[in-house]
């Protein structure tokens, strides 16, 4: 038995990168409205939650589910229109996926790349499987790709994994569909097209899947009002798509998820309604921010915001967002393209008018 305390157990045998990076914090949003997470605002209608209900009470809980989830596959491929000859993959949200892409594709001296500012995951996943990370600076102007660093980059470092967020995140703009044909030609590893927010654009590659040898394609239904069931899909060719499943723990979409999902999915003119609305209401949310004094919002494909204030008054005007009862994201300091600026989640027309009035009064 040892007599060194678990701190210093902890010290000594936790991996030096681990303990040099911090846990993905979620703010405590009790008591606030929620626009920090890009959520669909809208609860599922009454009208079908009901036989939602009645469904679950079909599930075996005392049973695993079903490791593939074919029915939800074959709901998924139908609803998506991914191309029948493209291998899926499922994952508990897109965070899994991207995981078992690295775990797949890692090793000694390999590298992930992607573009900054983007989604943090792709950093951290790349740091949870020993791989090396590189992040090319986006245009500092309009967050467009800066093609000419990023082809070289790929030259330089010939990554594993590109990662390419489409609409991306933070920033919310679409990159050039020629741009990221260019990478796809570039690049001799797989580069990974995240659309995790293509409820709210009409851009995609889904389709054009099987086209270039080495596209994936990564979704996630979390945004269109499936957040708290945690799914998430690749789909891609089946050469890759039966490597990566080697790496998938197993019976990880559990069949609540399974079974809710499929349902949902024969709803989806219902929730293709909500995401009209909110595209609707995010036009009006840019054009409010933008008659503000002070304030520069950046057009968005996605269903958030990004907008940024005078100098200096980000951390401030954040705290009294929050003060007025209003929950949104701070980006100040996370990367210097990012300076002053502040996320907002395109919610309900009431959270939205609460969230101006918010902005209004902190900017005051």
Known sequence: MTDQTAEQLAATWVRPEIR?????????????IKLDAMENPYNWPEAIRADWLDALGEAQLNRYPHPEAPALKERLREV?????DAGLLLGNGSDELIQMLALTLGGPGRCILSVEPGFVMYRMIATFAGMDYRGVPLNAEGFSLELGPLLQAIEEQDPALIFLAYPNNPTGNLFSAADLERVMRAARGVVVVDEAYAPFTDETFLQRLGEFPNLLVLRTLSKMGFAGLRLGLLAGPQAWTREI?????????????QISTEFALR???????????????RQDLLKALNAMDGILAYESQANFILFRTPAGQAPAIHAGLKEQGVLIKNLHGTHPLLADCLRVTVGAPEENRAFLAGLRASCG
């Not at 040099?20 to 606030?32: M, T």
């Not at 499943?245 to 609540?256: A, E, G, H, M, S």
């Open 20 to 32: 040099a990076i911090s846990a993905y914090h979620v703010p405590d949003p009790a008591g606030l």
């Open 80 to 84: 998506l229109e991914i191309p029948a």
């Open 245 to 257: 499943d080697k790496t998938r723990l197993p019976y990880n979409i559990n069949v609540l998820t």
């Open 267 to 281: 709803h989806k003119a219902v929730f293709d309604d909500q995401t009209a609305e909110i595209r609707r209401s």
